[in-house]
C-alpha cells in the first residue's frame, strides 16, 4: 500500500524558510523509474508544479521557482525534503507530495493528503 | 514553456448528464496528458493517463481522447460524485510539467 504524508510548519513568517517533508511507503525510491515530486495549490486556485527528485537523485524545478527551491531525499529514512526560501505571503498554498511511477508516462499517481502553509507575519 | 488552457472554466450540469471539459495545449503533446479530479479538501485523484487510458479503479463512465494539442474528458453519466473539480496534466516536456486551470462542475 502506497502512502505519502507531508509535514511541515503550518504558519511561517514572510523571507523565512520553508522546509517540508515528505515521508512514505509501500515503495522505493532506489526502483528505477521512480520519483517523488511536490506540487502546491493556493486557496481556490489551480496546481502548480513545484520539483521532483527521481530515483537517480536527479533534480528537476520549475523554471519560475527554481532559484527559491532545493529538493532532497533520504533513500534510508523514506522521505524527500523541500525547502523554499524566501517565503512570501503569495506563497500560502497547501502543498502536496506526489508519486510518479515513471516509465514514460510521467503522471502522479500517488498523493499525499496536503499540508497547509500560511506566509504571515 | 507548455500552457494548458481549459474549457469551460466552471459548468453546471445534472445527474445523468453527459459532459465534456476541453483541454487544449500550447503546442504539441503527443499524448502525454492526464486528467485528474479534486474533491474540496482533498488530494487530487489520477483517472485518465496517456489521454485516454484508464487508471485502474476508475469508474467506466469516464473516458478521455485526443492527441497533440486538444484534448478531452467525457463523463457519460454524471453521478452526484463527480460534482468536483478536473485538472488536466502535460508531461511530455518532462521534467517541466504543466496543470490546466481546473474546471469546475457544479450542480445544476
Known amino acids: 500500500q502506497v502512502t505519502l504524508r507531508e509535514s511541515g510548519p503550518a504558519l511561517v513568517k514572510p523571507t523565512q524558510t520553508l522546509t517540508l517533508t515528505c515521508t512514505f511507503s509501500?515503495?522505493?525510491?532506489?526502483?528505477?523509474?521512480?520519483?517523488v515530486s511536490w506540487v502546491r495549490q493556493p486557496p481556490g486556485k489551480a496546481l502548480e508544479w513545484l520539483a521532483l527528485i527521481d530515483w537517480d537523485d536527479d533534480k528537476y524545478y520549475s523554471t519560475s521557482l527554481k532559484t527559491r527551491l532545493t529538493i532532497s531525499k533520504d533513500t534510508s529514512k523514506n522521505q524527500v525534503v523541500l525547502t523554499m526560501t524566501n517565503m512570501d505571503p503569495v506563497d500560502t498554498a497547501t502543498y502536496y507530495c506526489?508519486?510518479?511511477?515513471?516509465?514514460?508516462?510521467?503522471?502522479?499517481?500517488?498523493w499525499g493528503q496536503g499540508t497547509l502553509v500560511t506566509v504571515s507575519s | 514553456a507548455i500552457q494548458l488552457t481549459q474549457s469551460p472554466s466552471s459548468l453546471s450540469a445534472s445527474v445523468g448528464d453527459r459532459v465534456t471539459i476541453t483541454c487544449r495545449a500550447s503546442?504539441?503533446?503527443?499524448?502525454?496528458l492526464a486528467w485528474y479530479q479534486q474533491k474540496p479538501g482533498k488530494a487530487p485523484k489520477l483517472l485518465i493517463y496517456d489521454a485516454s487510458s484508464l487508471e485502474s479503479g476508475v469508474p467506466s463512465r469516464f473516458s478521455g481522447s485526443g492527441s497533440g494539442t486538444d484534448f478531452t474528458l467525457t463523463i457519460s453519466s454524471l453521478q452526484p460524485e463527480d460534482f468536483a473539480t478536473y485538472y488536466c496534466q502535460q508531461f511530455n516536456s518532462y521534467p517541466q510539467i504543466t496543470f490546466g486551470q481546473g474546471t469546475r462542475l457544479e450542480i445544476k
Open positions: 503546442q504539441g503533446i503527443s499524448s502525454a
Open positions: 509501500g515503495f522505493s525510491l532506489s526502483t528505477s523509474g521512480m520519483c
Open positions: 506526489a508519486r510518479i511511477n515513471g516509465g514514460g508516462s510521467y503522471l502522479f499517481d500517488y
